[in-house]
């Protein structure tokens, strides 16, 4: 069975950017001027995959209109003869078929993606955490479903950190079966660096057998009442095979501040309009700083 759909988790409350995410969505936070979670979308269309669930929460309102028509703006924008800027909108409302259901409760990744289980049923799907966002010529998530279409079983992305770091990510004990792709033998979440099982962390990119709804059924929740995904992707493995598609770039943590600049910075310096411009003014921001 072929992979179709994908689950975006996005009801975070977003409080590592606090305060830019009071009052709107941290998934609407532009990366130059792109919302963050349209570059998601448009990774899931390209991998082929255009019926997208969005997990939303209270205050997520801005991601449905971003997705939908704007009959009163586009018809300004007719008006004007802003053409091109007309053409943008209506392509980012008609890319794919974009559904929404509320989360509730903020009880943790796994419980957003059981919330899902309605909308995806007996089907292998796809989930992409919005706060990883891949670079356009990045082919991660098309070579994570074609190792479904080999595997017939769980792939989960995998990337080094170093040592130090791992416990930020879930860490997963792992056997080489083929170049980039490990079968996981065990999976801990946020281990410290002295126990980790190995510095290859898990990114925020999963194809999943239907069997991860009954997995996250059996999850005991942890710390605050929420569910882990990890522990759910644990039971999984105990059951039948997961794996891991092991990258090495193309990804930005956007959650991380550093790395949404990154992101801004590197993704405007490939844009023909601005990246000429910004590239000499980045280049005059080093000189001037190397003076002082």
Partial sequence: MTVQKAVIPAAGLG????????????EMLPIVDTPAIQFVVEE????????????????????EDHFDRSFELEHYLEAAGKLEQLAEVRRIAEMADIHYVRQGEPLGLGHAVGVAREHVGNSPFAVMLPDDVMREDS????????????????????????????????????EEVAPGIVRIVDIVEKPHPDEAPSTLAVMGRYVF??????????????????IQLTDAIAILDKEQPVYGFVFEKGRFDIGNKLDYLRATVELALERPDLGPAFRDFLAEVARRERLV
Avoid at 15 to 26: D, E, G, H, N, V
Avoid at 143 to 164: C, D, Q, W
């Fill in 15 to 26: 409080t590592r950017f606090l305060p830019a995410t009071k009052a709107q969505s941290k």
């Fill in 44 to 63: 899931a269309v390209r991998a082929g995959l255009h019926d997208i669930l969005m997990i939303t929460g209270r205050g997520k309102r801005a991601l």
């Fill in 139 to 174: 082919d991660v998530l098309t070579r994570m479903l074609a190792a479904y279409g080999e595997y017939g079983a769980s792939i989960i992305a995998l990337k080094e950190v170093p040592r130090t770091e791992t416990a930020l990510y879930g860490c997963v004990q792992p």
């Fill in 209 to 226: 057998t239907p069997g991860i709804f009954d997995a996250l059924e059996r999850v005991t929740p942890g710390r605050g009442g929420e």
